[in-house]
C-alpha cells in the first residue's frame, strides 16, 4: 500500500527539484545579462518551463491513478470470486439441509400415520367398530395428502432445476441438429420370421 505512494512521490520529487534547477539557472543568466533585452527570451523560457512542469505532474498523477484503479479492479475481482465461492458453499448446505428435513418429516410423519392406523385396527377389535373406521380413514386421508404434497414438490424441485440448468447451459452448448434416423431394412427381418 505504501509502495505505490512512495513511487508517485519520488516521481514528483523529480519534477519538483528540476523546475528548481532550471529557474535558478534561468535566474542566474538573467542577472548575467541584460534584461532590457532578453527579458521576452527569459518570460517565454520561463512558460515554458512551467508548461513541461505541468505535463510532467499530469503524467505522474495520470499513472499513480491508473495503478490504484488497477489495484482496486484486482481486489474487488478477489472479493467477487470470494462472495461466489460462498454463495455457492451456502447453496449446497441448505440443499443438505433441506434433504435432511424432508428426511426426518417423512419419517415422523410415516410413524405418526401408522401409529393411527394401529389405534383405529385396535379399536375396531375391541368393538368400537366406527370410531376405529373413522380414525383409519382419517390416517389414510393423512397418508395420501402428504403423499401428493410430496411428489408435487418433488415435480417443482426438478422443474426448478431443469430451467436453471438451461439458462446456464444455454449460452454454453451449440443448438443441436436433428440426425436423421436410419430406416430398418425389412428384407431381413421378413427372413428372420420366415426362419
Same mark, same amino acid.
Given at each position: 500500500m505504501l509502495g505505490p505512494r512512495i513511487g508517485g512521490v519520488f516521481k514528483f520529487l523529480i519534477g519538483i527539484l528540476l523546475l528548481q534547477v532550471a529557474t535558478a539557472l534561468l535566474t542566474y543568466t538573467a542577472m548575467q545579462t541584460d534584461l532590457k533585452q532578453t527579458m521576452w527570451l527569459f518570460g517565454m523560457l520561463a512558460a515554458t518551463l512551467g508548461v513541461l512542469v505541468a505535463l510532467w505532474f499530469d503524467s505522474v498523477i495520470?499513472?499513480?491513478k491508473e495503478q490504484a484503479m488497477a489495484r482496486q479492479h484486482k481486489r474487488h475481482a478477489r472479493e467477487r470470486e470470494k462472495l461466489r465461492v460462498q454463495a455457492e458453499k451456502e447453496k449446497s448446505k441448505l440443499a443438505k439441509q433441506r434433504k435432511r428435513s424432508s428426511g426426518g418429516a417423512t419419517l415422523k410423519t410415516g410413524l405418526a400415520v401408522g401409529g393411527m392406523v394401529g389405534v383405529g385396527v385396535a379399536m375396531m377389535f375391541a368393538q368400537l367398530m366406527t370410531l376405529g373406521l373413522l380414525t383409519v380413514s382419517a390416517a389414510g386421508g393423512a397418508a395420501l395428502g402428504y403423499g401428493v404434497r410430496s411428489r408435487q414438490e418433488k415435480m417443482?424441485?426438478?422443474?426448478?432445476?431443469?430451467? =436453471?440448468?438451461? !439458462?446456464?447451459? =444455454?449460452?454454453? !452448448?451449440?443448438?443441436?441438429t436433428e440426425q436423421p434416423t436410419p430406416r430398418p431394412r425389412l428384407g431381413r427381418s421378413r427372413k428372420r420370421q420366415a426362419d
Open positions: 495520470g499513472s499513480v417443482i424441485r426438478a422443474r426448478e432445476q431443469k430451467q =436453471a440448468e438451461k !439458462l446456464i447451459y =444455454a449460452q454454453d !452448448l451449440p443448438a443441436l
